[in-house]
């Protein structure tokens, strides 16, 4: 039996959802378990969990590209194990990998490994170009919507109106409201 697997990170990706049920759709996939939660907490993947758990001797795990599968060489390296111990197999579409194969195996190892330093270069250069930013007064971090709406929120409070009901005028969260309240109430 063929499985898929299609992840994006947030609840507004759908597009990329729908490529990849697309994508896993023509590569012959039976049965297709996605889900939309970053990568980064393993824990809260629990449709991947579900794939794990359902695919037997012979099958095949597919995924679209690695990425969707994980973040790092050692979490590749548990899920492949993972796989190789119910006797299955992974396919990475993008990258024509099959780990049917010994040159397959490999290349999973080897691309996991160039994967995970790509990611820790490009969060490296975030990191120095935010501090560079920083230095010559540039960033200032993102600016606050809810602070900004104090004079209203407390307007709206003082008209005998709820969080709830201020929240959803003013398009922010119910906890900021509480927050712009108590900051007055404090102050």
Known sequence: MIIGYARTSTLDQTAGLDAQHRDLTTAGCDRIFSEQVSSVDKD?????????DFIREGDTLVVTKLDRLARSVA???????????KGAHLRIL?????????????MLTMLGGIAEFE???????????IAKAKAAGKYKGRQPTAKA???EVLKMKQAGAGATEIAKALGIGRA???????DVDVA
């Open 149 to 151: 709406k104090t004079d």
């Open 119 to 129: 990611r820790e270069i490009m969060l490296e250069r975030q990191r120095e170009g």
């Open 176 to 182: 900021s409201v509480y927050r712009i309240i108590a």
């Open 75 to 85: 979490h590749l390296l548990d899920i492949q194990n993972t796989i190789i111990a």
């Open 44 to 52: 809260s993947r629990t449709k991947l969990a579900d794939a794990l």
């Open 94 to 106: 993008g990258l024509g990998v099959d780990t049917a194969t010994p040159t397959g195996k490999l």
